[in-house]
């Protein structure tokens, strides 16, 4: 069975930076793109990020363009999302998706995933 666990969200300051990481097991992590996304308190999931299987190809919503970035080490079997210069508004629940192949999409939100691991920036 797909196993995913995140874990690195924290309560920071805006400004501030964090590292998120997704713990893979259950599939060859290897052979899958993966993405990030996030809920907000009473709204909907939002696609953060993708990668895909060897993080040459990444793409990044506008709202954190510059300031995500998605990267993996596939020895670990582990995604991460880099977080800078928080904000406000970033301030969710975020979640790492396994893709179904290993080309990386925009705009995923569906799919196999973890509990998530909350950030919050105030």
């Known amino acids: 069975d797909v196993q995913l666990v995140e874990s690195g969200g924290c309560s920071v300051q805006p400004g501030g930076s964090l590292r998120l990481s997704c713990a893979a097991s259950g599939f060859v992590f290897r052979y899958y793109a993966m993405y990030w996304v996030r809920q907000a308190p009473g709204k909907e999931v939002e696609w953060v990020s993708s990668s895909d299987d060897t993080s040459t190809r990444t793409y990044y919503a506008d709202s954190v363009k510059v300031r995500f970035t998605i990267s993996r080490d596939n020895a670990k079997n582990t995604l991460y999302l880099e977080l800078n210069d928080l904000k406000i508004e970033d301030t969710a629940m975020y979640y790492c998706?396994?893709?179904?192949?290993?080309?990386?999409?925009?705009?995923?939100?569906?799919?196999?995933r973890g509990q998530g691991t909350q950030v919050t920036v105030s």
């Open positions: 998706i396994k893709a179904a192949t290993s080309i990386a999409n925009m705009y995923i939100v569906t799919g196999d």
